[in-house]
């Protein structure tokens, strides 16, 4: 691979004076968790397959859809209302808030609602960490359409005309302690107004309950996490600390949990037209808020109507 | 998978078949279907497409389907060309003092979903029969309703001209 060559959207050189590859080709110096950090970082970056928007496969989630229908229905007793909210052709922004740790079934019942909503013909990509994607056994999500979650992918996967699903809140908002499950929090990350501006698409907010009570969430763990340096190494900001099956006490949530089976609803919101509401000249705060106002709200209903936690 | 639900309606073919044939009607009988839109130049006949949705379990599963046999007053099928994989067929067959025995037959399934494909063919099979049995029953009522303001019309010597639905129909803010 050249030097200016890219995997997956993300530059091999992410911090321009070349101090990460150092860090990455050099894991034997430091304390011991540094070192394993360092070597993981490695094999990471390793693992991160090439962005290639024809890897998702059709026929795949044709024959997927039953079993993620028996997961959906069965197990999380999955809603999706509103999806006629989403523009018929062309491309679109779907922008989420996110919820259940590194499983989130979320997207599971929001992706089948999709995909036999708009039928799999429907170009349809979802944005994800590179660690969900560079995880092994999780190659099959690229079929589905998951792509390295990056600028340049996303930008990709729009001017191909295709719906892309974006969580903004990511590993961020993903492990949020359960007693802020009905809070949407993307931690500030504006990149999705950027994005839907310099495109010109639509954004349709979704938003989603349930996923968050999955587990015993308790800590976002980032201090632990800086302590570690994987925020530099992996980007990643968090590590995790809860209480989930099967594991007890889970701290990285690495290998995943068992969800629990909490009735996961999720709304489609009409779909916003920036420079329809906010003029030629959009200030991106204002539009940030504006989208994040909506959402709450809705997540704010969407709690209300709830009676009991996992059940709904 | 393949389900089927039947009902007599007291009223000829010709009256029950005005009500199938006509895209309009479909989102006012059929049971948890939540799309029926004309997809093609054709709103009826041998030919025509839709675009259809039905709600089971948490997803609206449909596609793109075409009528593939149409026998006047008497069958009409159709196939998908999208989506899940489904045949579906309308049998009208003429009983004494005009009525009409109905049967509505809907086949479903998804090709290489394999052993969990067919699991979840059986889980949706109650759901999906249900939404037949319902359809029927409103149609039945829908059907003898119109029937019976015919019959009214006609004594008061008034020509009938019984409301349709528009062509195309849809829900859930589509």
């Known amino acids: 691979m050249g030097a200016t060559a890219t995997r997956n959207g993300h530059s091999t050189n992410p911090v321009g004076d070349g101090r990460l590859r150092r860090e990455q080709e050099s894991p034997g ?5 540094t ?28 024959e997927s859809l039953p079993r993620m229908w028996l997961l959906s229905s069965l197990y999380f007793r999955g809603e999706v209302r509103g999806l006629g909210n989403i523009p018929e052709h062309g491309p679109v922004l779907l922008v989420g808030n ?17 995909s036999a909503y708009f039928g799999v013909e429907r170009p349809f990509y979802q944005l994800a960490h590179n660690l969900v994607l560079s995880f092994p056994g999780l190659g099959f999500l690229r079929k589905f359409g998951t792509v390295a979650a990056s600028p340049a992918n996303a930008e990709k996967a729009l001017r191909s005309g295709a719906a892309v699903l974006v969580y903004p809140g990511g590993d961020h908002e993903v492990h949020r302690p359960v007693w802020e499950r009905n809070r949407v929090d993307f931690g500030g990350r504006r990149g999705f107004v950027r994005l839907a501006l310099e495109h010109d698409v639509p954004i349709v907010p979704i938003v989603s309950i349930g996923g968050q009570e999955t587990a015993l969430f308790l800590s976002r763990g980032e201090a632990l996490s800086r302590l570690l340096g994987l925020d530099k190494l992996l980007r990643l900001k968090v590590l995790p600390i809860s209480l989930a099956a099967p594991w007890g006490l889970n701290v990285g949530d690495f290998l995943g949990h068992i969800p629990l089976p909490a009735k996961i609803t999720v709304e489609a919101l009409p779909p ?7 003029g030629p000249d959009v200030d991106v705060d204002e539009a940030y808020d504006h989208v994040v106002r909506l959402m709450q709200e809705t997540l704010d209903a969407l709690a209300a109507e709830r009676r009991l936690p996992l059940l709904g | 998978m393949r389900v089927q639900a039947n ?31 004309v997809a093609g130049d054709d709103a009826t ?36 060309v999208t989506g899940v994989d489904q045949r579906g067929r309308w049998r009208l067959r003429a009983r004494a003092d005009d009525h009409t025995h109905v049967e509505l037959r ?12 067919w699991v979840a063919e059986q889980v949706a099979a109650p759901t999906v029969r249900g939404h037949l049995r319902r359809s029927l029953q409103q149609l039945k009522r829908q059907v003898e309703h119109e029937q019976l303001r015919r019959q009214a019309a006609a004594r008061r010597g008034v020509t009938s001209g019984g409301a349709t639905g528009a062509s195309t129909s849809t829900s859930n803010g589509s």
């Open chain 1, 29 to 33: 110096t430091g304390p011991l968790p």
């Open chain 2, 7 to 37: 009902i007599d309606i007291a009223a000829p073919p010709a009256t029950v078949w005005e009500f199938i044939v006509d895209p309009g009607r479909y989102l006012h009988f059929m049971a948890g279907v939540t799309r029926w839109e």
């Open chain 1, 35 to 62: 070192r394993l950090a360092k070597a993981l970082a490695g094999q990471v970056t390793r693992r991160i397959p090439p962005a290639d928007l024809d890897e998702r496969d059709p026929d795949y989630i044709r």
């Open chain 1, 272 to 278: 916003i037209r920036l420079r329809d509401e906010f």
């Open chain 1, 98 to 114: 996110h919820s259940g740790g590194n499983l989130t079934p979320d997207t599971t019942v929001f992706t089948l609602a999709f």
């Open chain 2, 45 to 80: 006949g041998l030919g025509a497409r839709y675009r259809t949705l039905m709600r089971v379990g948490s997803a609206e599963v449909g596609g793109l389907i075409e009528v593939v046999e149409w026998d006047e007053e008497c069958d009409l099928a159709w196939s998908s």
């Open chain 2, 106 to 117: 809907l086949a479903y399934g998804v090709a290489g979903s394999g052993i969990l494909g």
